[in-house]
């Protein structure tokens, strides 16, 4: 099966930030021979803080991803929360995302399957392996023709996440697109006063490690100086280090 790959940015911060990942990754797909798939969302709309930067909006941030897709040929993922954004975020974007939180949001599922777009359904952290049946269920009586799931840890006490690599074949008798969120799966939610901890150095094993558990892809949200970055800093991966990490895993 074709492995599949996602990186971009946590959030839109700005044009310039995009055009900086997208270039990136298309030298990338041209020295590796690969396809990776340009992420970025619109509005993180899960934050702990109030606070919390939460990104352009739609309008403008779906404005900004159709502009990567025209200018580097990338196809582009987001995350949706909202049904009525799916039917939008669809005309725009090649994969729709659901975030872990809201798998099971039935409304969501719905209407990210009828628009007729890839929908990657990220595993929730309170859910195993094996009850990511019934959110496919959802999307494939919908009417997708294609629902990739996407492993990123369940919470293990308070502001911590372990992985289970078991859930990796587990899903994979559900759907054969398995991926490894990478990233995500070091976080410590909430666990850096009001905001979203982490330890990037860890990204490299977590991809490893779902590569021995047979994962067919590979999610990484990563930034030119991730600890600038306004959301998820802790645990992006530094831009210069995705190559690298990519080249393993395809070995």
Request: glycine share 8%.
């Amino acid at each position: 099966m074709k492995q599949v790959f996602i990186a971009g940015p946590c959030v839109i911060e700005s044009a310039e930030l995009l055009d900086t990942v997208a270039a990136k990754l298309v030298d990338i797909n041209q020295r590796l021979g690969i396809d990776i798939i340009f992420k970025a969302s619109f509005d993180k709309a899960n934050r702990t803080s109030l606070h919390s930067f939460r990104g352009p909006g739609i309008d403008h941030g779906l404005l900004m991803l159709s502009d990567v897709k025209s200018k580097y040929g990338l196809r582009v993922i987001t995350d949706i929360h909202e049904a009525w954004q799916a039917d939008p975020a669809g005309q725009v974007c090649d994969v729709l995302q659901i975030p872990a939180f809201l798998c099971r949001q039935t409304d969501l599922l719905l209407a990210a399957a009828r628009t007729g777009r890839i929908v990657n359904i990220k595993k929730a952290q309170f859910l195993s392996g094996k009850d990511m049946r019934y959110p496919v269920e959802k999307a494939r009586e919908a009417g997708a023709q294609d629902v990739w799931l996407t492993e990123r840890g369940n919470m293990m006490g308070y502001n911590n996440l372990v992985v289970d690599f078991r859930n990796i074949p587990d899903m994979q008798e559900i759907t054969p697109t398995v991926i490894m969120d990478c990233t995500h799966s070091v976080q410590r939610p909430g666990g850096s006063d009001g905001k979203t901890g982490g330890d990037r150095r860890f990204v490299p094993q977590m991809a490893l490690a779902a590569k021995a558990f047979g994962a067919t892809g590979w999610f990484f949200e990563v930034h030119p100086h991730p600890d600038q970055g306004l959301s998820d800093a802790a645990n992006m991966l530094e831009l210069d280090k995705l190559e690298k990490i990519i080249d393993k895993v395809r070995a």
